[in-house]
C-alpha cells in the first residue's frame, strides 16, 4: 500500500470547479499584483483570525522579514527565537544584520521554554520570535508576560499554524505584536506557490507594514523609509479564498488522524508516552500531545505534522520508504549547529531538547484525504519494524 507524506492533488479535485473559476478570474481580470483579489482576502482573514489587520504578502518568509523591518531592527540588535524551527525563523534575524539568540524548545511542544527565553534576555535584546512550530500554539500568556517586564516587542511565528487557538481561544498569530503565516502549498492552508501573511491589532504598526510592503513608498515613488517588494499575487490571494471555509474542516480531519495513530500505536503497544527526551525502550514511540484541550476551544492544534519520536529513526524511515510510506524529518540540525552560525559560538551539548528532536523526530503522514486503512498500514509497518 501506497501512503505519501502529502497529495495536494486531492485536495485540489474535491475544489477543483471553484479553483479553476477563480484562477480564470483572474487571468481575464489583467489584475495580478495585490488589487481587488488581495483585500477581500485580507478582509476575510480579519474575520477569521479576529485581528484589526492583515496584510497579504509575497511569503512566510517575507512575513518575517517585514515584520522585523517595520520594528526597524537594526545591527547589534538582538532577537530570541528558538534553536528547532525552520530556518527562516533565523536566518530573517542575520539578512537585517542582527543577532539572532537561540532558546531551548520545550519536550512536549516543540516551541520556545519561557523559561529560557527569559534567561537570554540582555541590554540588547529587541524582540522574541515565538513559533507555533507543527500547528500548536506557543505558552503565549507566559511570553507575553515576560516581554511585557523588558519591554520587547513580540512576533509570532505561525507559519505553521494558520487555524490554530491558543487555550483561551485566540487564535495563534494575533496574540504578540505581529502575526506571521506561511501559505506556502503543503501548509494545511497553502495557495499556488509562495505566499504569506502579516497580522496586527495594532493601527500604527500596519500602517508601517502597508508602507514597507510596497518598497517603502507613500505615495508611489516616494519615500521616506525603506522597504521591499513584498506584494501577494492576486492569483495566491484567488486561490486562498476559495480554501479558507474548507480549512476548520480539514484542520478537524487532522485532529482525527492524529487521534487515531495515537489510539493505533496504544494498541499496538508501541506508545511510550510524550515530553521525555530519553526512550525506555528503543522499541517505543514518543508520541505528539495536544496540550490546549477545552471543549471551548475547538482549533487547539492544527496538525500541520504529526512528529513522533523514535530512537533509531534512520533505519525506520529507510524501512517504511521501502514500504511506500512518505516521511520527513522536520528538522535535522537545530540553528546552534548550523555552519552559518558557528561564529555565534555555540557547540553541541547546549541545548539537549533540541538536539534530542533534530536526532529523534519523524514526520508521518497526517494530511485530511488519508483513508482509515492507510493509517493502520503505516502503524502496522512500524510494528514490522520493531519486530525485526
Not at 47 to 56: I, V
Not at 182 to 203: A, E, H, I, Q, R
Not at 276 to 297: C, G, H
Not at 333 to 349: I, R, S
Request: net charge neutral.
Amino acid at each position: 500500500m501506497r501512503v505519501p507524506l502529502l497529495d495536494i492533488k486531492l485536495q485540489y479535485q474535491s475544489l477543483k470547479k471553484e479553483l479553476d473559476e477563480a484562477v480564470i478570474k483572474v487571468a481575464e481580470s489583467q489584475h495580478f499584483i495585490l488589487g481587488p483579489e488581495v483585500s477581500t482576502m485580507e478582509k476575510e482573514f480579519c474575520n477569521y483570525l479576529g485581528c484589526k489587520h492583515a496584510l497579504g504578502v509575497s511569503s512566510g518568509t517575507d512575513a518575517l522579514l517585514l515584520a522585523l523591518m517595520a520594528i526597524d531592527i537594526k545591527p547589534g540588535d538582538e532577537v530570541i527565537l528558538p534553536t528547532y524551527s525552520f530556518f527562516a525563523t533565523a536566518g530573517v534575524v542575520s539578512r537585517l544584520f542582527a543577532t539572532p539568540v537561540f532558546a531551548e524548545n520545550d519536550p512536549v511542544t516543540f516551541n520556545i521554554d519561557p523559561k529560557d527565553f527569559e534567561r537570554k534576555i540582555t541590554a540588547k535584546t529587541k524582540a522574541v520570535i515565538p513559533v507555533h512550530l507543527y500547528g500548536q500554539s506557543a505558552e503565549m500568556d507566559e511570553i507575553i508576560k515576560i516581554a511585557k517586564a523588558h519591554n520587547l516587542i513580540v512576533i509570532e511565528d505561525a507559519a505553521q499554524a494558520i487555524g490554530t487557538q491558543y487555550k483561551d481561544g485566540r487564535y495563534a498569530g494575533t496574540i504578540g505584536d505581529i502575526g506571521c503565516f506561511s501559505f506556502f502549498p503543503s501548509k494545511n492552508l497553502g495557495c499556488y506557490g509562495d505566499g504569506g501573511l502579516v497580522t496586527t491589532n495594532n493601527d500604527e504598526l500596519a500602517k508601517v507594514l502597508t508602507i514597507k510592503r510596497v518598497h517603502g513608498g507613500e505615495p508611489k515613488y516616494y519615500h521616506k523609509v525603506i522597504g521591499g517588494n513584498f506584494r501577494l499575487d492576486a492569483l495566491q490571494a484567488a486561490v486562498l479564498k476559495v480554501k479558507l471555509p474548507h480549512l476548520d474542516k480539514w484542520s478537524e480531519k487532522r485532529r482525527q488522524n492524529a487521534n487515531r495513530y495515537t489510539q493505533l500505536f496504544k494498541d499496538a503497544g508501541l506508545a511510550e508516552g510524550t515530553g521525555k527526551t530519553t526512550f525506555d525502550s528503543k522499541n517505543k514511540v514518543l508520541l505528539p500531545e495536544a496540550i490546549f484541550q477545552s471543549s471551548k476551544v475547538k482549533n487547539y492544534h492544527i496538525y500541520n505534522q504529526y512528529i513522533v519520536r523514535v530512537e533509531n529513526r534512520d533505519a525506520l524511515r529507510e524501512f517504511l520508504t521501502k514500504n511506500e510510506i512518505g516521511t520527513e524529518i522536520y528538522y535535522p540540525v537545530p540553528f546552534h549547529l548550523q555552519e552559518c552560525f558557528n561564529d555565534l559560538g555555540y557547540k553541541k551539548g547546549n541545548f539537549p531538547i533540541s538536539e534530542f528532536a533534530a536526532d529523534k523526530s519523524l514526520a508521518l503522514p497526517i494530511f485530511p484525504e488519508l483513508e482509515d486503512d492507510q493509517l493502520v498500514y503505516v502503524v502496522d509497518t512500524f510494528k514490522k519494524f520493531f519486530n525485526q
